[in-house]
């Protein structure tokens, strides 16, 4: 009792200069943040890739680029049912499509009452893409090896125009210009090419980001307690005419039960992505408005080795040539691949794992994507397919049984890759520490052995696991993706043969190649048919045809993405992939 009351003392006093300051109808929305903010180092959107950080940056910085909530497409400024902090209003694009030439708002201010301009554009860009400031986003939006996509240049035209400049044209060229924009000024720059970015580097902006653009800016910040966020006086944009809320405050937990049980209390009043164990604690709770969404914004799969595991290959040679990468001696037969998709009970393992706050998916789309295709059914659990497929490939059961009731150990009898004898024996591995993840192995490791096939199942440290993926050494394992927003169906990066390379790290760790998925793939980037998405979407909807076929990966589930508030928090409306959209219009009754 004594610590909940020094905590509650604690949050009181962290709470009460920020009503002080904001002097708002509204009380503040507080938020429990399990992942802690201790090891907090930088409040610069450019420098961190701190979970903390970015989520409290996400409400105090712009973009040139933003998306449309409802169709989950890119937006400019203007547009119906998009974030704010949108500072594009248009965009023309050239004919090969590696020129984009943006046209910027006049009427954006950073809080201090410097105009934002195509000069905050450009230091942003140059930041990142200088390699001197340790941006987590370079690589991403700047033209380096591995990012055909990237942007090669930013040229100021005027004030409020600038031209961007791609390595070659792509429809994924407008995501590129979607990177957080901050005030050069704050940094003293003076547009000069020699500019030493390693000023940004320990700099006062860190922990102190003064000026901002957004519906919030900072009040304080505890590292190891929590970050305040107060109101923008007169902020306004589009339809808002002003900020609700009192505040926003972030504030440390030490796990997810305490967490939840803050949240229950009315020690918070919003959570979101809660454990999926206490998920209908929460919905159940009279006091509570809870939201779910099918839209999960990652998925889980097993990824399937397809190549030789003892000599790891890179997909293409230095001139770009298919470069002959062996069989794994069980995966590499997609009769195999397809057989464990059978016989794994998909809304079994989403039961067991995440108390059934998951849905199957068909592929490699998630149904939150604007190219999802509904009329994709998942593969059928079957295990009379799976049997009549082993058999097939020539994985035949010995007839001595592993378990009661179940088939013999399976070995290869007439296989394709594998030495005559081989048992049907391999490693499956996972990140240990994750609790979903490692009920999942142990449902596949059960669920094989009654098929006679000995799945040896371990979860291991995570960048061990890393880096035994990523060099291809390995035979099958649990992974997950985050889905994107604004969402980009694209998906080279995972599948094709250029991103299968064992040496750098690269995401195509199954060594999966298909000539028609890459040719499609790249039909569907082209920037004759950008602005075209039902042409785009029926591309798509035939790779995950293709996708679901060949069977890179066994196709798991999506995680259900839920959110939740008091019952008494007014205007709460949030999206899926972007949580506090709408925040600014939240009303909290101060007694909550």
């Known amino acids: 009792m004594r610590k909940i009351f020094f905590v509650a003392l604690a949050i009181a006093l962290l709470v009460a200069p920020i009503l002080a300051v904001a002097q708002e109808p509204s009380g503040p929305v507080i938020e429990g943040n399990f992942g802690g903010s201790a090891n907090l180092s930088s409040l610069n959107p450019l420098r961190s890739n701190d979970s903390a950080a970015n989520r409290v940056t996400a409400l105090m910085f712009p973009q040139l680029v933003g998306a449309n909530l409802k169709t989950g497409g890119f937006a400019m400024y203007g547009e119906e049912n998009t974030t704010t902090g949108i500072l594009g209003i248009s965009y023309e694009v050239?004919?090969?499509?590696?020129?984009?030439?943006?046209?910027?708002?006049?009427?954006?201010?950073?809080?201090?009452?410097?105009?934002?301009?195509?000069?905050?554009?450009?230091?942003?860009?140059?930041?990142?893409?200088?390699?001197?400031?340790?941006?987590?986003?370079?690589?991403?939006?700047?033209?380096?090896?591995?990012?055909?996509?990237?942007?090669?240049?930013?040229?100021?035209?005027?004030?409020?125009t600038l031209e961007f400049t791609y390595q070659q044209g792509s429809c994924l060229a407008l995501g590129r210009a979607g990177f957080i924009v901050i005030p050069a000024h704050a940094f003293g720059y003076d547009g000069s090419p020699d500019f030493d970015f390693a000023v940004m580097v320990d700099h006062e902006y860190d922990l102190n980001p003064d000026p901002v653009y957004g519906p919030f800016k900072v009040a304080n910040v505890t590292p190891g307690e929590a970050i305040g966020l107060v109101p923008v006086e007169g902020w306004h944009e589009g339809p808002i005419t002003e900020v609700v809320p009192a505040g926003f405050v972030y504030r440390d937990v030490p796990d997810q039960t305490v967490l939840v049980e803050q949240f229950l209390a009315g020690e918070t009043n919003y959570v979101t992505?809660?454990?999926?164990?206490?998920?209908?604690?929460?919905?159940?709770?009279?006091?509570?408005?809870?939201?779910?969404?099918?839209?999960?914004?990652?998925?889980?799969?097993?990824?399937?080795?397809?190549?030789?595991?003892?000599?790891?290959?890179?997909?293409?040679?230095?001139?770009?040539?298919?470069?002959?990468?062996?069989?794994?001696?069980?995966?590499?037969?997609?009769?195999?691949?397809?057989?464990?998709?059978?016989?794994?009970?998909?809304?079994?393992?989403?039961?067991?794992?995440?108390?059934?706050?998951?849905?199957?998916?068909?592929?490699?789309?998630?149904?939150?994507?604007?190219?999802?295709?509904?009329?994709?059914?998942?593969?059928?659990?079957?295990?009379?397919?799976?049997?009549?497929?082993?058999?097939?490939?020539?994985?035949?059961?010995?007839?001595?049984?592993?378990?009661?009731?179940?088939?013999?150990?399976?070995?290869?009898?007439?296989?394709?890759?594998?030495?005559?004898?081989?048992?049907?024996?391999?490693?499956?591995?996972?990140?240990?520490?994750?609790?979903?993840?490692?009920?999942?192995g142990l449902i596949v490791k059960d669920s094989l052995a009654k098929l006679g096939i000995v799945v040896n199942f371990e979860a291991i440290d995570f960048f061990l696991m890393l880096d035994t993926v990523y060099t291809q050494a390995y035979d099958a394992h649990i992974g997950t993706w985050g889905a994107a927003f604004p969402d980009d169906p694209d998906q080279l990066q995972l599948f094709s043969s250029s991103g299968d390379?064992?040496?750098?790290?690269?995401?195509?760790?199954?060594?999966?190649?298909?000539?028609?998925?890459?040719?499609?793939s790249l039909e569907a980037v082209q920037p004759a048919i950008c602005n075209d998405l039902e042409a785009r979407a029926e591309i798509y909807r035939q790779i995950q045809g293709i996708l679901q076929e060949d069977q890179p990966y066994i196709w798991l589930f999506s995680q259900n993405a839920f959110i939740a508030a008091a019952a008494n928090v007014e205007n709460f409306d949030p999206h899926p992939y972007i949580d506090l959209a709408g925040v600014e219009s939240w009303f909290v009754p101060s007694a909550n």
């Open 94 to 160: 050239s004919e090969d499509g590696t020129v984009y030439t943006f046209k910027m708002r006049e009427d954006a201010l950073w809080t201090d009452g410097t105009p934002i301009t195509a000069t905050d554009v450009k230091f942003s860009f140059d930041a990142i893409a200088s390699g001197v400031i340790e941006s987590p986003l370079y690589g991403f939006y700047n033209y380096v090896e591995g990012n055909e996509i990237g942007i090669k240049e930013v040229k100021i035209i005027d004030d409020y």
């Open 273 to 440: 992505a809660p454990p999926v164990g206490r998920r209908n604690d929460i919905r159940t709770d009279p006091d509570v408005q809870a939201k779910d969404f099918k839209e999960g914004t990652q998925w889980d799969y097993i990824s399937l080795n397809q190549a030789d595991p003892n000599n790891p290959q890179p997909g293409r040679d230095a001139d770009g040539n298919l470069i002959d990468q062996g069989h794994h001696p069980i995966f590499g037969d997609v009769r195999v691949r397809r057989a464990l998709q059978h016989a794994l009970n998909v809304q079994e393992i989403i039961t067991g794992a995440v108390f059934g706050e998951g849905t199957q998916m068909p592929s490699s789309l998630g149904a939150g994507s604007w190219a999802f295709d509904e009329t994709l059914e998942p593969i059928p659990f079957d295990l009379d397919q799976a049997r009549a497929l082993l058999d097939e490939a020539g994985w035949v059961s010995t007839g001595d049984p592993l378990v009661d009731g179940g088939d013999g150990l399976r070995t290869c009898q007439g296989c394709l890759y594998a030495e005559e004898g081989t048992p049907f024996e391999f490693e499956l591995l996972t990140n240990q520490g994750n609790t979903r993840k490692e009920a999942m």
């Open 501 to 520: 390379d064992p040496a750098n790290q690269s995401s195509n760790g199954t060594s999966y190649y298909s000539e028609e998925f890459e040719k499609l």
